[in-house]
């Protein structure tokens, strides 16, 4: 089975402070991460409820993939998230049911650009496409 990708994957400035590993942030977000830095950012998207033909999900999302990195599409990280290290809430509903829209904090950040992008796994460890690559400059 092939996920639809992900969409509207956008990060938001974080400034310095977080940990790594996970928990509960002092955002108010989940936190995620392993880097050695102090920036984080905090990661925003629409969780699939179809599959690349449009059919609508057989198999739950039952974690979500953060790979980032340095350069466009080239991603030296990458961390799993589990259902509890997300917090999604209901948007809306389509076709196939309800629209969860989730956040992450990705922390341990080096002040430098990162490029990040999203892919959802289902329980039988299906992979997504890429979503959208989200850039987050660094510190302003």
């Not at 955002?27 to 629409?46: A, N, Q």
């Not at 002040?111 to 850039?135: C, F, K, M, R, T």
Request: aromatic share 6%; with cysteine; net charge negative.
């Amino acid at each position: 089975m092939s996920i639809l990708a992900l969409a509207l994957l956008t990060a938001c400035g974080g400034g310095s402070g977080g940990g790594s590993g996970s928990g509960s942030g002092s955002s108010g977000f989940p936190d995620l991460g392993s880097g050695g830095g102090s920036e984080s950012v905090r990661l925003t998207w629409t969780a699939p409820t179809e599959q690349v033909d449009g059919a609508c999900l057989t198999e739950p999302v039952a974690e979500y993939r953060i790979s980032y990195g340095n350069s466009p599409g080239l991603y030296v990280r990458t961390e799993s998230a589990n259902l509890s290290q997300v917090d999604c809430a209901a948007v809306g509903r389509d076709h196939c049911g309800e629209v969860l829209e989730c956040s992450v904090q990705l922390t341990g950040l080096e002040p430098a650009p990162w490029y990040i992008a999203v892919q959802a796994v289902d329980g039988l460890g299906n992979a997504s496409e890429y979503s959208n690559e989200a850039l987050w400059p660094g510190p302003s």
